[in-house]
Nanobody, 128 residues
Framework: QLHLVESGGGLVQPGGSLRLSCVASGFPLDYYNIGWFRQAPGKERELVAAISWSGDSTYYADSVKGRFTISRDNAKNTGDLQMNSLKAEDTAVYYC?????????????????????WGQGTQVTVSS
């Protein structure tokens, strides 16, 4: 059983940066693709970035392209999301997820239902 724990959320001013981390335990993360999702109040959970198990392929939602960077360190069983130039509309609970059979390309990174394991989420609030 894979267990995921996110950290790094918080309150930041518009234009600021945050780095979210996802630490996995219970099973090697390098078998899994990683997705970072977010869910704002009253909205559906959406994929913002994904990275393949090898790190060779990444996907970014248009809304975060050029501002967010996803990465992973299989040796440390971790995945990170670097978020720069944050905007008020980035405010949401951010979730790390792991999927064995998801397909990550430059055009897509899988849907919510394709990810088997989820962290508890970390709140990101962008406000002045």
């Amino acid at each position: 059983q894979l267990h995921l724990v996110e950290s790094g959320g918080g309150l930041v001013q518009p234009g600021g940066s945050l780095r979210l981390s996802c630490v996995a335990s219970g099973f090697p993360l390098d078998y899994y693709n990683i997705g970072w999702f977010r869910q704002a109040p009253g909205k559906e959970r959406e994929l913002v970035a994904a990275i393949s198990w090898s790190g060779d392929s990444t996907y970014y939602a248009d809304s975060v392209k050029g501002r967010f960077t996803i990465s992973r360190d299989n040796a440390k069983n971790t995945g990170d999301l670097q978020m720069n130039s944050l905007k008020a509309e980035d405010t949401a609970v951010y979730y790390c997820a792991a999927g064995l059979n998801t397909r990550v390309t430059g055009h897509g990174g899988g849907s919510v239902n394709e990810y088997e394991y989820w962290g508890q989420g970390t709140q990101v609030t962008v406000s002045s």
